[in-house]
């Protein structure tokens, strides 16, 4: 049972451009949600976080929307930047643990 | 570097053999998570240690997976008997703080049973 689910896998994007990179759950028990940037055989790097209480965080260029009604959140990187190519995991903390999507691959071309 | 190290970042074993994973933390991250990731998914939660406590296994697979803690810094994980559907990169984090997030990720031991 998939309790986050990142439907796309992968996203491509010009440099320069906004991209939107998108997260459901199921599980309203979630009290914290995260996105992490993984490059190849490198651990994932925490990004930037959100709060249940909170619809919005913003760090530079990056800024984390939550819809609770909908159970769903986003990720918006603004302007895009080759640098910033890579798999993008959604994540959501329950207790002592956090639940992962399955990762958006973003390729930014330039 | 101050980060998460894990050790050694390959292993290969063959189907029935031990293996031990080891996890060098940041120093004095109170917390400490085990994940397992397969290919194409996400980290897949294992277990959590609070120092020397192990408070969740929750997510160990089998009873061939174990993990310890002794000291309440380094932690090894230990599977027996390995199998094929074991291959995966093992990932460990820690975090400075009680709660799961903002965890800081070593770079995996990926770990390959033939």
């Known amino acids: 049972d998939q309790q986050v689910k990142q439907n796309s896998p992968s996203l491509s994007v010009q440099e320069g451009r906004i991209s939107i990179l998108n997260c459901d759950y199921t599980?309203?028990?979630?009290?914290?949600f995260l996105w992490y940037k993984k490059y190849p055989a490198e651990g994932p790097t925490f990004l930037i976080s959100?709060?249940?209480?909170?619809d919005k965080n913003e760090d530079g260029r990056f800024t984390v929307f939550l819809n609770k009604s909908a159970k769903h959140l986003s990720l918006h990187i603004v302007p895009s930047q080759p640098g910033d190519s890579a798999v993008y995991f959604c994540?959501?903390?329950?207790?002592?643990?956090?639940?992962f999507g399955a990762g958006t691959i973003l390729r930014v071309k330039s | 570097g101050a980060g998460v190290s894990q050790s050694p970042r390959y292993k290969v074993a063959k189907r029935g053999q031990d293996v031990a994973l080891r996890c060098d933390p940041i120093?004095?991250?109170?917390?400490l998570f085990w994940y397992q990731q397969a290919l194409g998914q996400g980290p897949e939660f294992l277990t959590y240690?609070?120092?020397?406590?192990?408070?969740?296994k929750s997510g160990l697979p089998s009873d061939r997976f174990f993990a310890e803690r002794p000291e309440g810094s380094v932690s090894t994980l230990k599977i027996q008997r390995t199998q094929q559907e074991d291959s995966a990169v093992y990932l460990c984090?820690?975090?400075?703080?009680?709660?799961?997030?903002?965890?800081?990720f070593g770079p995996g031991t990926r770990l390959t049973v033939t």
């Open positions: 984090a820690s975090s400075a703080r009680q709660r799961s997030y903002e965890q800081y």
């Open positions: 599980n309203s028990m979630f009290d914290y």
């Open positions: 959100i709060s249940s209480i909170k």
């Open positions: 994540a959501a903390s329950v207790g002592n643990k956090l639940v």
């Open positions: 120093s004095g991250h109170v917390s």
């Open positions: 240690f609070q120092n020397e406590a192990q408070l969740d």
